[in-house]
């Protein structure tokens, strides 16, 4: 793998080493981390201080990490998004995690509680239900501005085409499509709110966790980091109300396809670089989210067994309705070799017996490997919408993260 980042020589971050006699794999995912705007990053602060960074891009794990601990780890529920509500005091979000107690605090707080459950919400709403079944037509306004706004970034792809370039990743035209977003991310944003709403300034809350929904312009790559911000992104917009629990299915067979269908485009036409990697104990080096939605499609399916990817017609067949399908075939088709080999977690989790014990797994694996990886999460962005926790001190005295609480 091409690495520019001097981070990639430092030895990798894990519960268990290399060495390790390993578990039977089960569980694990393709590490990332995302920045505010490669450009123009925010000013460190008092309220923001600079993280002690672990590496982003840490060599390869050959080895499942903490396998044990997430099968026996509850599966995480679904929640109700919590509304915010006026008076409004929206603020610029900044970075708070750099240590393991950060990410205990993160999950033990109201917030952390609610994005995953908003997660384990998404992946309920579309239990059964194909990329092809019927939506709401015609889609609420912050969906069809959602999609749009997605459709203006593929356009910009035949806009700004790769540039003539020797290496295996890192397409330099990226920096220019990416500085695009950066210089019209603000309105593509507001469009998203009604005219003349009072929501209008949580625009600047909003846009960072977009700026970072499709890779580091810097590094030109891309992981689960970047697509954990396009969810945080969707959960801004939930609690603002702009997308109701009714709208679930279509956020997701709609909005999400339509984004990991762009991201895609991105990843093949610049090269991304994925933004880190578990080797071959890699559920896939870019995305996470859509093999948790795409195994609740499929959950209760009469014919379709987990067995089933294995089944070259299946794929062929099917892709285009199930996401899951769709991410081994893409798999397939840039991985080449036996896939026991070179997706050997994919492989063992085809012997599940079924597509609901998958999905609980899937969303285990996500909360552990993602959520509660100091590398990806020291990157995520807390604001008013996504608070980080609050801190209360003996005698009722209240710590930092309190003066993000009150609405």
Not at 111 to 119: D, I, L, P, Q, T
Not at 135 to 143: E, Y
Request: hydrophobic share 40%; glycine share 6%; aromatic share 10%.
């Amino acid at each position: 793998m091409t690495d520019s980042d001097p981070s990639a020589a430092s030895p990798p971050v894990s519960s268990s080493s290399a060495t390790d006699t390993p578990s039977p794999p089960m569980l694990c995912a393709a590490c990332a981390g995302a920045t505010a705007s490669w450009s123009s990053p925010p000013p460190w602060s008092d309220s923001s201080p600079p993280p002690a960074y672990r590496p982003i891009r840490a060599p390869a794990i050959n080895a499942p990490t903490a396998t044990a601990s997430i099968v026996l780890a509850p599966v995480p529920q679904p929640l109700p998004v919590p509304p915010a509500e006026p008076p409004y005091r929206f603020e610029i979000p900044s970075k708070r995690i750099s240590s393991p107690d950060d990410i205990r605090r993160f999950h033990s707080s109201e917030a952390g509680r609610h994005f995953v459950g908003f997660v384990a919400t998404l992946s309920r709403s579309v239990r059964g239900r194909k990329l092809s079944d019927p939506v709401p037509s015609p889609l609420p306004a912050p969906l069809s501005g959602l999609l749009s706004l997605l459709h203006t970034l593929a356009r910009w792809i035949d806009e700004i085409p790769p540039l003539p370039h020797a290496s295996r990743y890192g397409n330099p035209a990226y920096r220019s499509w990416h500085a695009r977003l950066t210089d019209e991310g603000h309105g593509l944003v507001v469009a998203l709110f009604p005219p003349s709403d009072e929501l209008h300034p949580a625009a600047d809350e909003l846009l960072p966790y977009l700026l970072d929904s499709f890779g580091n312009a810097y590094r030109i790559d891309y992981g689960t980091g970047h697509e954990t911000n396009f969810a945080a992104f969707l959960y801004c917009l939930a609690r603002l109300g702009l997308i109701k629990e009714d709208d679930y299915p279509a956020l997701v067979l709609r909005v999400f396809a339509t984004y990991l269908d762009l991201m895609r485009r991105l990843q093949i036409t610049y090269s991304l670089e994925p933004a880190g990697s578990h080797g071959v104990w890699g559920l896939d080096d870019y995305h996470f989210l859509p093999f948790i939605f795409g195994s609740a499609q499929l959950i209760d399916h009469k014919y379709m067994k987990p067995k089933s990817i294995h089944n070259q017609d299946i794929l062929d067949n099917f892709s285009n309705d199930y996401m899951y399908l769709a991410c081994v075939g893409f798999v397939k088709k840039v991985k080449k070799g036996v896939f026991a080999e070179h997706s050997p977690m994919l492989d063992d989790i085809s012997g599940v017996p079924n597509w609901s014990k998958v999905n609980s797994g899937m969303l285990k694996m996500y909360k552990a490997e993602v959520l509660e990886k100091v590398p990806i999460m020291q990157h995520f962005l807390f604001g008013s919408l996504i608070k980080w926790y609050v801190r209360i001190h003996p005698f009722g005295m209240v710590g930092e993260g309190m003066r993000n609480t009150a609405h």
